[in-house]
């Protein structure tokens, strides 16, 4: 299976955000889209990532203080990101060794969409299932 049949499945939007904008409206982006992790945008494109993971651990070590701070102090500038045409067995890799759980889809440069490890999970799940369907299907024909 490929990334360009997860995102057929689950869309394309995109929940992003600016850098200089506060983490108090990073949580309030998070919460009104219902998502774990927003792409940080500027005007060049795509300037990184941030996740609730990351807010809840510079909470640890700054406090409250933390919401006020802009998303850049807090996001992740090396972002691992796919193609549409990736596997999503390849990025299951990926998304494992580096640890990572949402990943941007980019197509020709553009923000494209974005996967979780949850729609990674989903579509193997989905594999799983239609290979036991044609196994049965197999048995079952004797």
């Known amino acids: 299976m490929r990334i360009a049949d997860v995102l057929r499945s689950k869309g394309t939007a995109v929940a992003t955000i600016e850098p200089q904008r506060s983490v108090s409206e990073l949580l309030a982006g998070l919460a009104e889209h219902n ?11 795509i300037a990184g990532i941030v996740s609730e993971r990351d807010v809840v651990r510079r909470l640890h070590e700054r406090g409250a203080a933390l919401l006020d701070a802009q998303v850049s102090e807090i996001m992740t500038t090396m972002v691992a990101s796919c193609a549409p045409d990736d596997s999503v067995d390849q990025l299951s890799v990926v998304m ?27 579509s193997r799940l989905n594999e799983l299932e239609k290979s036991q369907e044609q196994l049965e299907a197999y048995i079952a024909q004797g």
């Open 35 to 45: 998502v774990g992790a927003m792409v940080v945008v500027d005007t060049a494109g």
């Open 96 to 122: 494992t060794e580096r640890r990572i759980r949402h990943v941007p889809v980019l197509d020709k440069g553009e923000l494209a969409g974005i996967v979780s490890i949850g729609d990674v999970v989903k």
